[in-house]
């Protein structure tokens, strides 16, 4: 079964538009979402994260909007850059070490 | 410093050798983590070290056996590998404090192949 859905599978924007990648959850046991991104070569890296009970949060272009009675989150891009272009993965930690179960992933494409 | 360094980069090997993957942090992080990533998939998690001790093993082959000599350093051993094991293999450490908003920190990963 798997813990979390992520889509689309792969998104292409121009430069400056808005990307969204969306995201959905079964175990309500889930606590805190994680969003990581991971360049070619390089290991993911913590983006930005969110508890389920915000329903907003905003870090410079990055937000994800949460919405904790339908299961469902998003990370939205703005103002899209050519350097943003990775692939991006919702995660979410569970059990006693708080292993990550993760997204199958979004490759992300932001044309010049 | 929120470095996670792995070595090495790259790693080919034979089916009936033996290599080891190494993983350092000086973050003072007490759990840590190995993951295999196929191409154009999320990471899955192997094994998870917490104060120097495996607290979970995710059915992983014996051909893989991990080792936490201590609490900077985390290895992964590899032998009698098949061609399937052929992925990047991730490190990733984080605190272990048990709070909700605990980061994992992860490595640059040793992209290995089997031959």
């Known amino acids: 079964q798997q813990q979390v859905k992520q889509s689309p599978q792969s998104l292409i924007v121009q430069k400056g538009g808005i990307s969204i990648i969306n995201c959905a959850y079964e175990?309500?046991?889930?606590?805190?979402f994680p969003w990581y991104q991971q360049f070619p070569g390089k290991g993911p890296a913590l983006l930005i994260a969110?508890?389920?009970?915000?329903s907003e949060k905003k870090e410079g272009r990055f937000t994800i909007s949460f919405n904790k009675s339908a299961k469902q989150f998003s990370l939205h891009i703005m103002d899209s850059q050519p350097g943003d272009s990775a692939t991006y993965f919702c995660?979410?930690?569970?059990?006693?070490?708080?292993?990550?179960?993760f997204g199958s992933g979004t490759q992300l494409t932001v044309l010049p | 410093d929120t470095e996670v360094t792995q070595t090495p980069k790259h790693l080919v090997m034979g089916m009936t050798n033996k290599k080891s993957l190494k993983c350092e942090q000086h973050?003072?992080?007490?759990?840590m983590y190995w993951y295999k990533q196929k191409a154009k998939k999320p990471p899955e998690l192997m094994f998870v070290?917490?104060?120097?001790?495996?607290?979970i093993n995710e059915s992983v082959p014996s051909r893989f056996s991990p080792e936490c000599p201590n609490s900077s350093l985390l290895n992964l051993h590899l032998h009698a590998l098949q061609p399937e094991d052929s992925a990047l293999y991730l490190c990733?450490?984080?605190?272990?404090?048990?709070?909700?908003?605990?980061?994992?920190?992860f490595g640059p990963g040793t992209r290995l192949l089997v031959l």
């Open positions: 990733a450490s984080s605190q272990a404090s048990g709070g909700v908003q605990e980061t994992q920190y």
């Open positions: 175990n309500t046991a889930f606590d805190y």
């Open positions: 969110i508890r389920p009970d915000v």
């Open positions: 995660a979410a930690p569970e059990g006693s070490a708080r292993q990550l179960t």
């Open positions: 973050m003072g992080h007490r759990a």
């Open positions: 070290y917490s104060y120097e001790k495996l607290s």
